[in-house]
C-alpha cells in the first residue's frame, strides 16, 4: 500500500469499521497520522464514526479539533457525522446545537438530527424538523420522509399521517418501497388497517418487508384469516418469507381451528429447506402451544440444540396453561441449572403461573420474592395462587399490605378461589366491590343475578335484569366451536339450528344415560358465583360446550381427539360431563375455555378439578 495514498488509508478505515472491528479503525488513523499522512473529507467521517460506535467522545473530539485545523469542519459529510457522534455520545441537544450552527446542511443532516430525537422518544421534535426542512426548501428524499413517517407512528397521529402521504404524493415517492413500508407501518401504528390495506394494494413492488407488516397489521387486529391469504399471496408472488415474516403469521395460527395452517407453515418451511433459526422454532413452539398441541410443542423444545430463555419460558407457559402446573416447576428447576441462561422476569412471571396451576404456595412465595416489579399482573397471581389454595385470610392480608383491593382482575383472582371452595358469601362481597368499580360491566351483574338465583331471591335477580335492561347493558353470550373438514361450527347455549341438533341432542341423550348406569358421584349444579346468565337457566347438557363436543363424536373419526373453544368458563357440570364422556367413549376431549385447556381423558382432568 503507498504510505501516502489517503486513498488507500480510507478504504482500510473502511474495511475495518464495516467488519467490526473498531479499535482498528482507530488504530489505523492513528498510524495514518503518525506516518505524516493528512486526513480529507472522506477520512474524518469514517473515523468521527468509529469513535461514535467505541463510545468514546473524547477521542471524537480530538478528531473535531483535527477538522477544524484542516477547514473541513463545514463540510456536509463531516458535520453530519460530529452531528451524529455528538447526538450518540452527548446528548440530542449538543447535536442541535451543532446542526444550528452548520451552514452545509442538506438531506442526510437533517434527517440524522430526526432519527436523534426518535431515539430519545421525542417523534413530535423530529415531526417538527421536518417540518422546517420542508419550509427550508431542502430537496427532500425517501429516508426523510420514511424517518418523518415513522414520527407519526410513534405519535399515533391519523391526520398527520396523512398530511405526510400527501406530501408523498407531490414529491413523486409513492412507487418508493421504503417510504411505502413506512406508511403501511405507520397506518398499522396508528390502528387503521384499512388505510395500511390500501397503501399495500397501490404498492407497485413490494419486497418481503411490504409482506411481512401488513401481514403483522392483521394479525395485530385479529384478521388472522386474511393474514393467512396474504401469505399464500406471498408465496404466489415469488417473495420467500424470512424468519422474521414466519414469526410474525405464526401467531395468528395459534388457535385450535387454525392450527393445519400453522402445521402447513411448518411443513412448508421443512420441504423449502429454510434454516430454522431460534427465532423460528420460538414461534412454532409457541403457536402450537397455545393451539393446544403440546405434544408438538414438547417435540420442537426436545429438537432445539441450544436453547434460550424464550424457549424454556413458552414451555414453562405451556404446560401451565394446559394444566400440568407440576411438569412446568420441574422444567423450571431444570433451566436454572443451565449456568448459559439468564432467567428474566418473563420467566419468573411463568414460573409464578405454573405455581398457580400446581397450587405450589410455598415456592410461588419464593419465587414472587425473586422479581423485583411487583406490579398488578403479578400481584394478581400470587392471590390466585392463596386463593386456589384456600388460603383467604393470607390472601387479604396480602391484598391490604400491597393495597391493590380496587384492581379489579386482582378480585376476580380472588372470587375464582371463592368459586373453587364453595366461599360463598366472601364471593358475594366480592361481586357487590366489582358492581361498584365496574357499574357498566354486565358480567358484574350476572354474578350477582345468579347468586340471588342460587339464595332463590327471585326479586333480587329482577332486579338484577331490570339494573341491566335500563343501563343498556348486554351480557355476552357463551358460545363454543369445533373445526371440521375445514369449517368452524359454532354452537350456542341452547342451540337447536344447526343441521345435524336432533343427532347431537339424541347423542347427549345416549352419554346421559350410560353415565347413568356408571353409578358415579354427579356434583349438584352450582351457579352462585356463575358468569352467564343463560346457561344457569339452561340443561348443562345444553351448554354450548356439550353441544360442541357431542357434534365431535358424531362426525369424526372414532379415537379421534376431540377440541373445542368456548369463550366462556366451562361450569361444574360440563366439567364433570366431559370427564365422564372421555372414560365412557375411551378418547381425549379438550377445552379451551378464557383461562386454560382442559384435557378430559380417561375420566380424568389436567385441572384436578380446580377450574
Not at 176 to 192: E, T
Not at 477 to 506: C, L, M, Q
Not at 588 to 594: A, G, H, R, S, T
Amino acid at each position: 500500500m503507498p504510505l501516502s495514498s489517503t486513498f488507500a488509508w480510507n478504504n482500510l478505515i473502511q474495511t475495518s469499521v464495516t467488519s467490526g472491528d473498531i479499535s482498528g479503525a482507530i488504530l489505523v488513523y492513528q498510524q495514518m497520522l503518525i506516518r505524516g499522512v493528512c486526513p480529507d473529507k472522506h477520512t474524518l467521517p469514517r473515523v468521527l464514526t468509529a469513535s461514535r460506535l467505541a463510545g468514546d467522545l473524547l477521542f471524537g473530539k480530538q478528531v473535531q479539533g483535527h477538522a477544524l485545523k484542516l477547514g473541513l469542519h463545514g463540510d456536509r459529510y463531516v458535520g453530519t457525522a460530529l452531528i451524529e457522534m455528538y447526538g450518540w455520545l452527548d446528548s440530542v441537544g449538543a447535536a442541535r446545537s451543532l446542526f444550528d450552527k452548520s451552514t452545509c446542511k442538506d438531506s442526510v443532516s437533517w434527517t440524522v438530527l430526526a432519527r436523534l430525537y426518535l431515539t430519545e422518544s421525542k417523534p413530535q421534535l423530529a415531526l417538527d424538523l421536518f417540518g422546517e426542512m420542508v419550509n427550508s426548501g431542502v430537496q427532500i428524499d425517501s429516508v426523510a420522509l420514511a424517518t418523518a413517517i415513522g414520527a407519526c407512528g410513534r405519535l399515533k397521529s391519523l391526520h398527520k399521517g396523512r398530511k405526510l402521504q400527501e406530501i408523498v404524493r407531490r414529491c413523486g415517492f409513492e412507487s418508493d418501497v421504503l417510504v411505502g413500508n413506512s406508511l403501511l407501518q405507520m397506518y398499522i401504528d396508528c390502528g387503521s388497517i384499512i388505510d395500511a390495506r390500501a397503501i399495500f394494494d397501490q404498492m407497485p413492488s413490494k419486497d418481503v418487508i411490504s409482506w411481512t407488516t401488513i401481514i403483522h397489521g392483521y394479525v395485530k387486529q385479529g384478521g388472522f384469516h386474511e393474514s393467512l391469504k396474504l401469505f399464500q399471496h406471498m408465496n404466489k408472488d415469488g417473495i420467500k418469507p424470512d424468519a422474521l415474516s414466519i414469526s410474525t403469521l405464526l401467531p395468528a395460527c395459534a388457535r385450535m381451528t387454525a392450527c393445519k395452517h400453522g402445521k402447513e407453515i411448518h411443513g412448508h418451511l421443512l420441504r423449502s429447506g429454510m434454516k430454522l433459526n431460534l427465532t423460528i422454532q420460538n414461534a412454532i413452539m409457541d403457536m402450537y402451544m397455545k393451539a393446544g398441541y403440546i405434544e408438538y410443542a414438547l417435540k420442537i423444545f426436545k429438537g432445539i440444540d441450544r436453547r434460550d430463555v424464550i424457549s424454556w419460558t413458552v414451555m414453562i407457559l405451556g404446560y401451565s396453561i394446559h394444566g400440568e402446573g407440576n411438569l412446568a416447576l420441574s422444567l423450571f428447576h431444570k433451566m436454572e441449572e443451565d449456568a448459559g441462561i439468564q432467567i428474566d422476569e418473563l420467566a419468573y412471571d411463568a414460573v409464578l403461573h405454573a405455581c398457580v396451576t400446581a397450587c405450589a404456595v410455598e415456592e410461588g412465595k419464593f419465587y414472587f420474592n425473586c422479581i423485583r416489579n411487583h406490579n398488578t399482573a403479578r400481584s394478581t397471581l400470587m392471590v390466585s395462587l392463596l386463593a386456589r389454595a384456600g388460603l383467604f385470610a393470607e390472601a387479604n392480608a396480602f391484598i391490604e399490605e400491597l393495597q391493590i383491593e380496587r384492581h379489579v382482575e386482582v378480585l376476580r383472582a380472588l372470587l375464582d378461589g371463592c368459586r373453587i371452595h364453595h366461599e360463598v358469601r366472601l364471593g358475594k362481597r366480592i361481586i357487590e366491590q366489582l358492581c361498584e368499580l365496574e357499574p357498566l360491566n354486565a358480567d358484574n351483574y350476572v354474578l350477582h343475578s345468579n347468586w340471588f338465583a342460587h339464595h332463590e331471591k327471585w326479586d333480587m335477580v329482577d332486579k338484577c335484569k331490570g339494573m341491566m335492561n335500563d343501563m343498556g347493558l348486554k351480557p355476552q353470550k357463551a358460545y363454543s366451536w369445533i373445526e371440521h373438514r375445514n369449517k368452524v361450527h359454532v354452537f350456542g347455549t341452547g342451540d337447536v339450528s344447526h343441521p345435524r341438533s336432533e343427532k347431537i341432542y339424541w347423542q347427549l341423550e345416549q352419554l346421559k344415560q350410560r353415565r347413568e348406569k356408571m353409578q358415579e358421584p354427579m356434583r349438584d349444579s352450582d351457579f352462585s358465583l356463575h358468569d352467564v346468565d343463560e346457561e344457569r337457566e339452561c340443561s348443562p347438557m345444553a351448554h354450548s360446550e356439550m353441544l360442541a363436543v357431542s357434534f365431535g363424536l358424531i362426525s369424526k373419526q372414532t379415537g379421534t381427539t376431540i377440541r373445542v373453544t368456548k369463550n366462556h368458563r366451562v361450569c361444574d357440570s360440563c366439567h364433570d360431563a366431559l370427564k365422564a364422556i372421555s372414560k365412557l367413549e375411551q378418547r381425549e376431549v379438550i377445552v379451551k375455555d378464557l383461562h386454560r385447556f382442559y384435557h378430559f381423558r380417561d375420566g380424568l382432568c389436567s385441572c384436578c378439578d380446580l377450574q
